[in-house]
C-alpha cells in the first residue's frame, strides 16, 4: 500500500501562487493515479486535480482550470500541485490522494474513488 505525506501548505495573498508536494511510499508509484481534493470549512471534499503516471489522462475541476497544475515527478515518487491567481475561495484543506491505475480512461472525481489519502494541509488565502 501507497502512504501518502504533504509538507505545509501555507498562507498566501489573493493573486499570489503556491506548491504543495506530496511524497508516496510504499508501492510503486507509476502504478497510482494521483489526485488532489480539497475541503473547505462546512463544505464537502471536492475534486481539484488528478493525472496519470504519464500524464495521458490529466484533468482539472473547473473551478481551478487554468490556475492549477498538477504534475508528478516519477523519478522521486512526488505529485505536485501547482496553484497560481489564487483566489480566498480556494481556501481549504488540501489531500493528496491516490488509487491504483488499472489504465481507464475513466476520470475518477469522487472521495470515494482513491483509497490512499494523506493527512492534508492547510491553505489559506487572504484577501
Known amino acids: 500500500q501507497v502512504q501518502l505525506v504533504e509538507p505545509g501548505g501555507g498562507l498566501v495573498q489573493a493573486g499570489g501562487s503556491l506548491r504543495l508536494s506530496c511524497a508516496a511510499s510504499g508501492g510503486t508509484f507509476t502504478s497510482y493515479r494521483m489526485a488532489w481534493f480539497r475541503q473547505a470549512p462546512g463544505k464537502e471534499r471536492e475534486f481539484v486535480a488528478a493525472?496519470?503516471?504519464?500524464?495521458?489522462?490529466?484533468y482539472y475541476a473547473d473551478s481551478v482550470k487554468g490556475r492549477f497544475t498538477i504534475s508528478r515527478d516519477n523519478a522521486k515518487n512526488t505529485v505536485y500541485l501547482q496553484m497560481n491567481s489564487l483566489k480566498p475561495e480556494d481556501t481549504a484543506v488540501y489531500y493528496c490522494v491516490a488509487r491504483w491505475d488499472e489504465g481507464s480512461i475513466y476520470y475518477y472525481t469522487k472521495a470515494s474513488d482513491f483509497g490512499f489519502w494523506g493527512q492534508g494541509t492547510q491553505v489559506t488565502v487572504s484577501s
Open positions: 493525472r496519470n503516471w504519464s500524464g495521458s489522462s490529466l
